[in-house]
T-cell receptor, first 110, second 113 residues
């Protein structure tokens, strides 16, 4: 049961540019999380934003949440080649579960 | 740091074989999960466990079973592997907080011939 959907599905940018990814979801949530996955590896948690928060920062990451539009965005500023990865949003799927989107592939060219 | 360890990074098995994928976490987390990841389909939940000997089906449990005899270990079992179970399998754990942060292992890439 897919909940969050990332957009765009793929993004290619130059080093130093900003990258913005969007996530839309369908039902009410109490939090939304973003994860990163380097090729062939497991996912790594980036940031969690609660439903009563509109914006959150962590280093070069900025996440926004608009519960009225059921959408979130992840902004990576001053991107680096090491940011090349797939990015996933996830939302609660009942009890302790998380439901993930299909992911967005970011390529940062040096 | 939380560490989730999956026993095998790469496995090649034959159709009909019984396959065990092992996952161990070292942070006393209550919840453990098995996902499979396929191109174009994202991550899909197979099974999860919120306590020792407790399990719940996820979205795609058919063809799989799980075992959680100890809090730190969660095993995924393919009773009779089939080619459509060729996939990347990801184990994760989390504290008891509702739908909180997941900690993932490095994944086990299974090929069934």
């Amino acid at each position: 049961s897919q909940q969050g959907e990332e957009d765009p599905q793929a993004l290619s940018i130059q080093e130093g540019e900003n990258a913005t990814m969007n996530c839309s979801y369908k039902t009410s949530i109490n939090n939304l999380q973003w994860y990163r996955q380097n090729s062939g590896r497991g996912l790594v948690h980036l940031i969690l934003i609660r439903s009563n928060e509109r914006e959150k920062h962590s280093g070069r990451l900025r996440v926004t949440l608009d519960t009225s539009k059921k959408s979130s965005s992840l902004l990576i500023t001053a991107s680096r080649a090491a940011d090349t990865a797939s990015y996933f949003c996830s939302t609660p799927g009942g009890s302790e579960k998380l439901v993930f989107g299909k992911g967005m592939k970011l390529t940062v060219n040096p | 740091d939380v560490k989730v360890t999956q026993s095998s990074r790469y496995l090649v098995k034959r159709t009909g074989e019984k396959v065990f994928l092992e996952c161990v976490q070292d942070m006393d987390h209550e919840n453990m999960f098995w996902y499979r990841q396929d191109p174009g389909l994202g991550l899909r939940l197979i099974y999860f466990s919120y306590d020792v000997k407790m399990k719940e089906k996820g979205d795609i449990p058919e063809g799989y079973s799980v075992s959680r005899e100890k809090k730190e270990r969660f095993s995924l079992i393919l009773e009779s592997a089939s080619t459509n179970q060729t996939s990347m399998y990801l184990c994760a754990s989390s504290l008891g907080a509702r739908a909180g942060e997941l900690f993932f292992g490095e994944g086990s890439r299974l090929t069934v011939l």
